[in-house]
């Protein structure tokens, strides 16, 4: 079983921990190499030119049913030569009246060698179970829409 770790780091840059004066700004370190700067979403305050924890949880998202998508892709051989992803965490309430990520929609872009087709339908399919497949999806409730464009 794997252990994959990252590390957090946040410090009080005022005088006091009081609501609404603090900031939620932190890092996260990965593989003790790439820092990256965290913030509330802009919504909540926080600085809109940093990562938000819900950009980073459809970002997982996208990043995991990719590289499920080409793994079954190359099984069939099919030739991917480009794959782009528009990922959007939507906020809101969910059944319990939490504020939650309510839906993550993916709408990834497929590009195959010249030459290379496959129907639409056999492109939905395979969406479709690099969804089911996706290690990340696996975690996360039903709440993952694929809009194949």
Known sequence: M????????????????????YSNEHTVQYNSRFDLPVDAAPDWGGDPANTNPEQALASALSSCHMMTFL???????????SYHDYAEAHLGKNAKGQMSVVRIDLNPVVRFDTGFTVS???????QDRAHRYCFIANTLADNVEINIH
């Open 2 to 21: 794997s252990h994959l770790a990252i590390t957090l780091h946040w410090h009080r840059a005022g005088p006091v921990l009081r609501t609404g004066v």
């Open 71 to 81: 793994a079954l892709a190359a099984k069939l051989d099919w030739p991917v030569a």
């Open 120 to 126: 639409a339908e056999d492109l939905a399919q395979m």
